[in-house]
């Protein structure tokens, strides 16, 4: 019975996110998601964090938005960060013929650590986000926005396959969204970001991940999820500005 009961906690979460419309419509499609991420310490226990994205339908042949994210970190020890700032989102339009762009605001908080479990590298990141989204009709801003709470927790596994440290890492790692607001009524569940790859250093501070990310996202409708099979390249520098700082630890944006 206490197996049982595991079990059942466990699966909880899916067994909600999964209820719903029993009619599913998925859309299958192929993205390219290319970043910088950075964090820069400028004391000890201070420093700033921005990331530049661009995701593109297909291999770059029309866009699917832009996105700029900064913010200040506090860094209380070695292996935590908090970061808050603001960000702001480019998205394109999907519908045939319409060519303006809707703007996002964004606000957010995070908590992110790093640990160890032997050879392997863990980091876990908690994000809360808060998101206007500029509601669009006729290839036209109606003036209004959509308001949401996004929850976002990510878990990451960087595992190393050679002795030999210039040569890449595996890496594993997987982040569920879920949001919250008025017109959130039938997709509580947002999305899932399923990443495997390599990761690997250029130099001390500069690195890499690419490979592939499953991006599984529920629209509003409840019935409708993309299907993004997406081909990712991430760049992550981690530098201070003066020599005798300890280098910013590791940081992960994982998405927009």
Request: no cysteine.
């Amino acid at each position: 019975m206490k197996n049982l009961s595991k079990i059942l906690a466990i699966l909880f979460p899916f067994l909600i996110f999964g209820q719903g419309a029993t009619k599913k419509e998925i859309n299958q499609q192929v993205q390219t998601w290319v970043s910088l991420n950075s964090v820069t310490k400028f004391s000890e226990h201070w420093g700033v964090a921005a990331d530049a994205h661009i995701r593109e339908n297909g291999f770059f042949e029309n866009n699917n938005f832009y996105f700029l994210r900064g913010g200040f970190s506090y860094f209380p020890g070695k292996s935590v960060s908090l970061t808050a700032g603001y960000a702001h989102m480019w998205l394109a339009p999907t519908k045939e013929g319409w060519s303006t762009y809707a703007d996002e605001n964004r606000i957010y908080q995070q908590a992110q650590l790093t640990t160890k479990v032997g050879k392997v590298s863990v980091l876990q990141r908690l994000r809360n986000e808060q998101r206007w989204q500029e509601k669009m009709e006729n290839d036209e801003s109606t003036g209004e926005n959509r308001f949401t709470n996004r929850i976002r927790y990510l878990a990451s596994f960087t595992i190393p396959i050679f002795n030999n440290k210039k040569l890449p890492s595996l890496v594993l790692s997987d982040e569920l969204l879920i949001h919250f607001g008025k017109e959130v009524v039938y997709n509580t569940f947002d999305q899932n970001r399923l990443f495997i790859g390599i990761k690997q250093n250029i130099t001390p501070e500069l690195s890499y991940d690419f490979g592939y990310m499953n991006v599984y996202q529920q629209k509003y409708s409840g019935y409708q999820y993309d299907m993004n099979h997406t081909i990712r390249l991430f760049f992550y520098l981690n530098s201070a500005i003066k020599h005798n700082q300890a280098m910013a630890p590791e940081h992960h944006s994982g998405d927009e």
